[in-house]
């Protein structure tokens, strides 16, 4: 299984709002990235965890917050966002945070399209 | 930042037709990976190439790389209506803080 799936595909939410997002992957492995892509633009990181640890936040707003349950889940928790957060949000894996370098792919989600009305 | 800087932004092809797109990086690497995006979709591994490897092949797909230039190339052969999407190349920062920066992306439209 290569697969990485996230939930929901579609999300729209007030400013108010609280709701997360859900990725899952079971290719065993360690690293799982957030990325955010606005339109005609490209995927710009945002959190890399590395054995469920935080290992890098590209200073993102802590209206996000990311979260690793344990190796196969990665969480981003949304809070009080703004219009301007909505983007496609795109989760990814791959081997170990090193692996990239080392020459493996990252392997991605379909992506969570959010709205902030 | 953003590692990578393809061109052409955008390019309009006859199926049938050979496209190539360019990529140009900035710092040193081991590796520098294309992928593919379907109308603002997951992003898909095309291919890899190391940084002591010039071409690399397949299926239609031809990627070289010149380091010499920070530079590097794909070719897609023999286009199809299918190929539509967006095509960046990205590069993982070398060393155990890995992660991978993309480029601005090329438009591929193939006409049928």
């Known amino acids: 299984d290569t697969e990485v799936t996230q939930t929901p595909k579609h999300l729209v939410m007030g400013m108010t709002n609280k709701k997360s997002l859900k990725c899952e992957q079971h290719?065993?492995?360690?690293?799982m990235y957030w990325y955010k892509q606005k339109a005609k633009k490209p995927p710009e990181l945002m959190f890399v965890y590395s054995y469920e640890k935080l290992s890098i936040n590209e200073s993102v707003p802590s209206r996000f917050s990311p979260e690793c349950p344990n190796s196969s889940l990665l969480n981003l928790h949304l809070h009080a966002l703004q219009p301007e957060d909505s983007a496609l949000y795109l989760c990814a894996s791959s081997q170990e945070r090193g692996s990239l370098g080392r020459g493996t792919e990252a392997f991605f989600g379909q992506g969570t399209r959010l709205t902030v009305v | 930042s953003q590692q990578g800087e393809e061109d052409p932004q955008a390019l309009s092809i006859q199926e049938g037709e050979n496209a190539t797109m360019n990529c140009s990086y900035k710092?040193?690497?081991?590796?520098l990976q294309w992928y593919r995006q379907n109308s603002g979709r997951g992003l898909v591994h095309l291919i890899l190439?190391?940084?002591?490897?010039r071409e690399k092949h397949s299926g239609r797909l031809r990627v070289t790389l010149d380091t010499s230039k920070k530079s590097s190339s794909l070719l897609i052969t023999a286009s199809r209506a299918a190929d539509t999407a967006s095509y960046f190349c990205a590069t993982p920062y070398t060393g155990a803080n890995s992660k991978l920066t993309f480029g601005k992306g090329i438009t591929l439209s193939v006409r049928p």
């Open positions: 290719m065993g492995h360690r690293a």
């Open positions: 710092t040193s690497i081991n590796n």
């Open positions: 190439i190391r940084s002591n490897e």
